[in-house]
C-alpha cells in the first residue's frame, strides 16, 4: 500500500517540480518580453475560459480518478462514457466562451481570447486521469515533461521574433495537443463514442456535485481577477497575478501529496476502514507539516521571490503575496480535511462547506476590491479560506458517523 503511494510521490513529484521549473523560466522570458498590462490581459483571459473548461469537465477527471482505482474500467467501456459525455460539454461551452467573448467582453483582446478558447476543444482528449487512477504515473510524468520543455521552446522561439501575446495562446494549444497525443499513443484501450444516454445520465448525475465544488472552489480563485478586470485596470490584474502565480506554485506541492493519495483514500469506500486509517494519518502528518513549512517561508522570504521572478517593476506584488503565504496554510489544512470526502463519495456534504467559502469570496471581493483594489482581493481570499476551514471543522464535529474514519 505504502510502496505504491511512495511511488506515486515521486513519479508525481519530479514531473509537477520539473515541468513547473521548466514553466517558471518560460514565465520568466514572457514576463521580460511582455508589459504588465500584457501580462494582466492574459491571466484575466486565463481566469475567465478557467470556468468554461470546468463545465467542459464538471468533474470527470475526479470521477474517472476514483472508478478506475476501483477498477472498474477494465473493458474501457466506462472511459468511452467519460471522455464521450466531456465532448459534448465541451462543444457547449465552447459555444457559450465564444458568445461571451464576442456579445460581452469589453476593453479586452477578442482574438487573444478566441485564441485560448481552442483549450475547450482539446480538454476531452487529455485523458491523464485515466492513468492516474490505474497508478501509471510514469506515462503522466513524461506528458508532462515534453508539454514543459516544449512551452518553453516555443515561447523563446516566438517571442524571439516578435514580442506578441498571442504567441502565448498558440504555444499552449500545440504543447496540449502534443502531452494529448502521447496519452492516446499509450492507451492500450479503443475509444468509442458512447450514445448510451441513461449511462452517460448516471456519470453526470454522480459528478454534478464534483463539478460544483470545483466550480465554486474556482470562484473564489478567480473571480477576483475578473472583478479587477473589470474595475480597474489590465496593470492592476498584472500586479496581482504575479502574486497569485507564485501563491499557486506553492500550493502545488500540496496538490501532489493529494493525487498521491487520492487513488488510495477512494479504496476507503470498500470498507475495512481499520485497515485504511494509518494512510489517512500519514497523509495528515504530511500535510500539515508541508503547508506549514511552505507558508512560513514564502512570508519571510517574499520581496526576495518577487524580485529575483518578476524584477522590482513587480515590487508592488510584494504585500498581497504576504496575505497569500499565510492563505497557503489554510489551503493546506483544507485540502487534508476536504478533498478525501470527494474520494469517500461524500461531494454533497462537500460542497455545502464550498459554497459559503465562494459566496463570502464573492461578497468581500465587491466589498473590497472598489477601495482596496487588489489588496483587498487578497484578504477575501484569505478570509475565504478561514471560512472553509470553520466549515470543515463544523462538518467533522456533526457528521462523525458519515466519515470512515470514525
Known amino acids: 500500500m505504502?510502496?505504491?503511494?511512495?511511488?506515486?510521490?515521486?513519479?508525481?513529484?519530479?514531473?509537477?517540480?520539473?515541468?513547473?521549473?521548466?514553466?517558471?523560466?518560460?514565465?520568466?522570458?514572457?514576463?521580460?518580453?511582455?508589459?504588465?498590462?500584457?501580462?494582466?490581459?492574459?491571466?484575466?483571459?486565463?481566469?475567465?475560459i478557467s470556468f468554461f473548461l470546468l463545465f467542459s469537465n464538471f468533474g470527470l477527471d475526479v470521477y474517472g480518478i476514483r472508478e478506475t482505482s476501483k477498477g472498474q474500467s477494465n473493458s474501457g467501456g466506462l472511459i468511452s462514457d467519460i471522455i464521450s459525455l466531456k465532448i459534448i460539454l465541451s462543444?457547449?461551452?465552447?459555444?457559450?466562451?465564444?458568445?461571451?467573448?464576442?456579445?460581452l467582453v469589453k476593453g479586452q483582446d477578442k482574438l487573444l481570447m478566441s485564441l485560448y478558447s481552442f483549450l475547450i476543444i482539446l480538454s476531452p482528449a487529455n485523458i491523464y486521469w485515466y492513468y492516474q487512477g490505474k497508478d501509471k504515473m510514469r506515462h503522466i510524468f513524461v506528458a508532462r515533461i515534453i508539454e514543459s520543455i516544449l512551452?518553453?521552446?516555443?515561447?523563446?522561439?516566438?517571442?524571439?521574433?516578435?514580442?506578441?501575446?498571442?504567441?502565448?495562446?498558440?504555444?499552449?494549444?500545440?504543447?496540449?495537443?502534443?502531452?494529448?497525443?502521447?496519452?492516446?499513443?499509450?492507451?492500450?484501450?479503443?475509444?468509442?463514442?458512447?450514445?448510451?444516454?441513461?449511462?452517460?445520465?448516471?456519470?453526470?448525475?454522480?459528478?454534478?456535485?464534483?463539478?460544483?465544488?470545483?466550480?465554486?472552489?474556482?470562484?473564489?480563485?478567480?473571480?477576483?481577477?475578473?472583478?479587477?478586470?473589470?474595475?480597474?485596470?489590465?496593470?492592476?490584474?498584472?500586479v496581482y497575478s504575479?502574486?497569485?502565480?507564485?501563491?499557486?506554485?506553492?500550493?502545488?506541492?500540496?496538490?501532489l501529496i493529494l493525487s498521491a493519495f487520492f487513488p488510495e483514500l477512494s479504496k476507503m469506500l470498500k470498507g475495512n476502514y481499520e485497515t485504511w486509517k494509518p494512510v489517512y494519518r500519514r497523509f495528515v502528518k504530511i500535510m500539515l507539516i508541508l503547508s506549514f513549512t511552505i507558508s512560513f517561508i514564502v512570508y519571510l522570504f517574499a520581496d526576495i521571490l518577487?524580485?529575483?521572478?518578476?524584477?522590482?517593476?513587480?515590487?508592488?506584488?510584494?504585500?498581497?503575496?504576504?496575505?497569500?503565504?499565510?492563505?497557503i496554510f489554510?489551503?493546506?489544512?483544507?485540502?487534508?480535511?476536504?478533498?478525501?470526502?470527494?474520494?469517500?463519495?461524500?461531494?454533497?456534504?462537500?460542497?455545502?462547506?464550498?459554497?459559503?467559502g465562494a459566496f463570502m469570496s464573492i461578497l468581500l471581493n465587491i466589498l473590497l476590491i472598489p477601495e482596496y483594489s487588489y489588496i483587498g482581493s487578497a484578504y477575501a481570499t484569505l478570509l475565504s479560506e478561514s471560512v472553509v476551514l470553520l466549515g470543515f471543522i463544523i462538518l467533522y464535529i456533526f457528521k462523525r458517523k458519515l466519515i470512515p474514519l470514525f
Open 91 to 103: 462543444i457547449l461551452s465552447f459555444t457559450l466562451y465564444l458568445v461571451y467573448t464576442f456579445l
Open 151 to 238: 512551452y518553453l521552446l516555443l515561447v523563446y522561439l516566438f517571442l524571439s521574433i516578435s514580442k506578441n501575446k498571442l504567441y502565448i495562446p498558440l504555444a499552449v494549444i500545440i504543447c496540449q495537443i502534443t502531452s494529448c497525443a502521447y496519452y492516446y499513443v499509450k492507451y492500450e484501450n479503443k475509444f468509442r463514442f458512447s450514445y448510451k444516454f441513461e449511462s452517460l445520465k448516471m456519470i453526470f448525475n454522480d459528478t454534478k456535485y464534483i463539478g460544483l465544488s470545483t466550480f465554486l472552489i474556482l470562484i473564489y480563485y478567480n473571480f477576483d481577477i475578473i472583478l479587477l478586470g473589470y474595475l480597474k485596470s489590465n496593470e492592476v490584474v498584472g
Open 242 to 255: 504575479a502574486a497569485v502565480k507564485i501563491f499557486l506554485m506553492c500550493i502545488m506541492p500540496l496538490n
Open 306 to 327: 518577487i524580485s529575483i521572478v518578476y524584477s522590482n517593476k513587480y515590487s508592488a506584488s510584494v504585500y498581497p503575496l504576504k496575505i497569500y503565504s499565510v492563505t
Open 330 to 356: 489554510f489551503v493546506g489544512v483544507n485540502i487534508m480535511l476536504g478533498n478525501p470526502l470527494i474520494a469517500w463519495g461524500l461531494q454533497k456534504i462537500y460542497i455545502v462547506v464550498i459554497f459559503f
Open 2 to 48: 505504502f510502496n505504491n503511494i511512495n511511488k506515486n510521490i515521486i513519479y508525481l513529484f519530479l514531473s509537477e517540480f520539473i515541468s513547473r521549473f521548466i514553466n517558471f523560466l518560460a514565465l520568466i522570458i514572457v514576463l521580460r518580453r511582455l508589459s504588465i498590462d500584457e501580462f494582466g490581459e492574459i491571466n484575466f483571459t486565463l481566469s475567465v
